[in-house]
């Protein structure tokens, strides 16, 4: 029995811990992606509305209380964020189900559980931000401080709203710092909902603003002089202009951009899981994932026996209504991500690929579905392998010596993430240290946790997120000698 859609109150901004209309009055529509039908609308902020949100942010910084609150107050705090997001746990998982067409059961079991690990998480190591004593050959007592960086603008993508606002929220807040967050525009929904409750748990006002929009108000978010930091999360092309904004003012960024991961799979390989984890890295999220697996190199010996068993297995997945619970690919997020889809897999076809399974639209309640797609035959240099497609569409190549599987997983202008599958434990290491990414997992995919930090190279952008590396980002080490003579 399908789980029931939510309703939807009219979304506003959340500025100085209180709910309002823009000032301009902008409201923006908010579409189901598996009707294609409004469902709600959000406010549209513009500068005015930013202003006040950075305005509110600063005092909260300068003024206190959360700034100077001590590390193991704000760890209560971020506590009890995780467990109001476990206790409205369906809530939030139907909300985000609806605003982004993932999959109500996935999202319920991964989305938000990872939303309240990754407060947890903070919560604990919140109360281990403490800097160092040095030896030094004068007499003096030197020690270094990690003290906040202090108003942070978080801007973020449509494809995982609530774990990527989360990863950038909680250690912001563990550090001592006050946000504001502009979330993807089409997307924003769960943003909404977790201001309330980072406020019912204890987050005093200004500490966390929330304002809703485009690219305009992300902008302005980006060249505000009151903003001390900047962290991004979205596409190569707007996290150029977000790391030169940000380099122009000499303001701390990091930017969090597109993938296009490389899964290599070895001749000695357990086939049965790799074909699992082959057909869960492309198709997870509608293919809509920076860390998905989109191109499959395959030794030479396999390649004809694995892509037989990826055309068996994949017309399999059930894909449909993301709030039918044995859904396991929904629609793609929005129009503009299908019509990019249809685009380079009919560029893939022009370029002399085979699209042996898929190759196109699923009509199904007017939503935006696309089949999931494998395509063979295609040269290294085609687009729809050099590119970030961001669907749910595989393309297969074959390699014959470690070598030429290293160099074609290191081909593109991406290093997001990476994998493979051997059951050669010096050929996993080998190659992992070899692969160009800022994850690498071998035999599976997806192992995430907010533990383990990830982030990219070369075109995937700079910086990490999760792990005690995300506290880095949010803190500003100051070293402090006392003379002793
Ligand atoms: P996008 O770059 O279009 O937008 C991201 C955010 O930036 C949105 O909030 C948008 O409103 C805002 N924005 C747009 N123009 C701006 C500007 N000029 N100044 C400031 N902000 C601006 O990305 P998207 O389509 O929402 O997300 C998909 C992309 O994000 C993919 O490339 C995907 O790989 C990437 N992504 C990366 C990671 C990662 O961890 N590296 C995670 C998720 C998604």
Redesign the pocket.
């Known amino acids: 029995m399908s789980v029931q859609r939510p309703h939807i109150e009219p979304g506003r901004l959340f500025i100085a811990g209180e709910w309002r209309e823009a000032e301009a009055g902008g409201r923006r529509e908010v579409v189901d992606p598996s009707t294609g039908k409004v469902v709600a609308t959000v406010a549209e902020a513009d500068q005015a509305d930013l202003d006040a949100a950075v305005a509110a942010a600063r005092e909260a910084f300068d003024e206190g209380p959360w700034s100077r609150t001590p590390a193991r107050e704000r760890s209560r705090v971020l506590h009890r964020v995780g467990e109001l997001v476990r206790e409205r746990a369906d809530e939030i998982a139907a909300v985000e189900s609806l605003d982004v067409g993932k999959p109500v059961t996935l999202c319920r079991a991964v989305d938000v559980e990872t939303a309240a690990e990754t407060y947890e998480y903070y919560s604990a190591l919140a109360q281990s931000l403490d800097g160092v004593t040095r030896q030094i050959p004068i007499p003096a007592h030197a020690y270094t401080r990690r003290d906040p960086v202090g108003v942070c603008g978080l801007?973020?993508?449509?494809?995982?709203p609530l774990i990527?606002s989360s990863s950038k929220l909680a250690p912001a807040l563990a550090a001592g710092n006050t946000v504001v967050h502009?979330?993807?525009?089409d997307t924003s929904l769960s943003a909404l909902l977790m201001a309330d409750i980072l406020t019912d748990a204890g987050v005093p006002a200004g500490v966390v603003n929330v304002v809703t929009g485009?690219?305009a108000v992300?902008?302005a978010?980006?060249r505000h002089h009151s903003v001390d930091k900047i962290a991004?999360?979205?596409?190569?092309?707007?996290?150029r202009?977000?790391a030169g904004t940000a380099g122009q003012q000499l303001k701390p960024v990091t930017v969090?951009?597109?993938?296009n991961a490389p899964h290599i799979l070895f001749e000695d390989a357990d086939m049965e899981k790799a074909v699992g984890a082959v057909i869960k890295g492309f198709v997870y999220n509608t293919g809509q994932f920076?860390?998905g697996a989109p191109r499959l190199l395959v030794h030479s010996s396999l390649h004809d026996t694995v892509v037989g068993i990826l055309t068996q297995a994949v017309p399999g997945v059930p894909v449909g209504d993301p709030f039918d619970p044995a859904t396991v690919v929904g629609p793609m997020a929005g129009e503009r991500h299908l019509e990019n889809v249809e685009r380079y897999v009919e560029l893939a076809r022009k370029d002399g690929g085979q699209v042996v399974v898929g190759g196109e639209r699923l009509e199904l309640g007017g939503g935006y579905y696309y089949r999931p797609t494998v395509i063979t035959g295609l040269d290294n240099d085609a687009r729809t392998v050099q590119e970030?497609v961001?669907g749910p569409v595989l393309t297969v190549q074959s390699f014959d010596t470690e070598d030429e599987a290293v160099a074609l997983a290191n081909s593109t202008a991406y290093g997001?993430a990476a994998g493979l599958h051997t059951a050669d434990l010096a050929r996993a290491h080998r190659v992992a240290a070899r692969l160009e990414a800022g994850i690498v997992w071998v035999n599976d995919w997806a192992m995430l946790d907010p533990s383990m930090p990830?982030?990219?190279v070369k075109q995937?952008?700079y910086g990490r997120?999760s792990g005690p590396e995300a506290l880095q980002e949010y803190t500003k080490t100051k070293s402090v000698v006392i003379s002793l003579a």
């Open positions: 801007i973020t993508p449509f494809n995982f990527l502009k979330p993807a525009e485009g690219a992300g902008g978010l980006l991004f999360t979205g596409s190569t092309r707007i996290g202009v977000v969090e951009l597109g993938g920076c860390m970030e961001f997001l990830f982030g990219g995937s952008g997120e």
